[in-house]
C-alpha cells in the first residue's frame, strides 16, 4: 500500500494508489487538452441504451470522451456502440464508466466544460489507478514515484487527499531513543 523512500530530512511514505492517481488524472487532463487520447479498439463493440435526457448529455460530453480515447457511434433512438475505449483501461466496464460520466455530467451541470473534463479525467483516474494491495515491483515503484514527482503538485490528489508524507530523522531517532 505504501512506498517507502529514503529523502534527505528523513523517511518519505508514499501512498501508491494515490500517487498512481495523480499521475494518471495528470495524464488524462493533458490528453484532453490536447485531444490526444490513445484509444484502443474493441473487438465487440457494447452497446448503450440511454433515455433522452442521458443521451442530450453525453452528446454535450462526447467531444471530451473522444479527446481520452472513447470512440462512441449514435445508433439513433438513444442508442450508442462503443467501439473504442481509451488505452489503459482494459478490464473496466465501458458501459459503466460512461454511465457514471453521464451522471456525474448531469449532476454538476454539464455547462461548464472546463468542469466535465476534469470530472472525467478524475472518473477515469480513479477507475484505471492501481488497487491498495496491488503489490509492485521495484521497476514499478520507481517509474511511479518518478511520474509523481513530474506532476505540478505530487503532494494532493486532485480532490485534495495527502498523497506523501515525511517522518524527520530527529522523529524516527525519537522513536529509537528508548
Do not use: W
Amino acid at each position: 500500500r505504501f512506498i517507502l523512500t529514503s529523502v534527505k530530512s528523513g523517511l518519505m511514505l508514499i501512498d501508491q494508489h494515490r500517487a498512481h492517481v495523480r499521475v494518471l488524472f495528470d495524464r488524462y487532463m493533458s490528453q484532453i487538452r490536447q485531444k490526444q487520447g490513445v484509444s484502443q479498439g474493441v473487438l465487440f463493440p457494447e452497446i448503450i441504451q440511454l433515455p433522452a435526457s442521458e443521451a442530450a448529455v453525453l452528446d454535450s460530453i462526447l467531444e471530451d470522451l473522444s479527446a481520452v480515447g472513447f470512440d462512441l457511434s449514435p445508433l439513433g433512438g438513444g442508442s450508442y456502440a462503443i467501439n473504442g475505449i481509451p488505452s489503459g483501461i482494459e478490464g473496466l466496464n465501458p458501459v459503466e464508466l460512461v454511465r457514471n460520466m453521464i451522471h456525474t455530467a448531469m449532476e454538476k451541470g454539464n455547462d461548464v466544460k472546463e468542469e466535465v473534463q476534469t470530472i472525467l479525467a478524475s472518473t477515469l483516474a480513479h477507475a484505471a489507478a492501481i488497487v491498495y494491495g496491488q503489490v509492485l515491483s521495484n521497476e514499478e515503484m520507481s517509474n511511479l514515484v518518478d511520474n509523481l514527482f513530474a506532476c505540478p503538485s505530487p503532494n494532493y490528489t486532485p480532490d485534495g487527499k495527502t498523497v506523501l508524507a515525511t517522518i524527520k530523522e530527529d522523529d524516527i531517532e525519537k522513536l529509537f531513543s528508548k
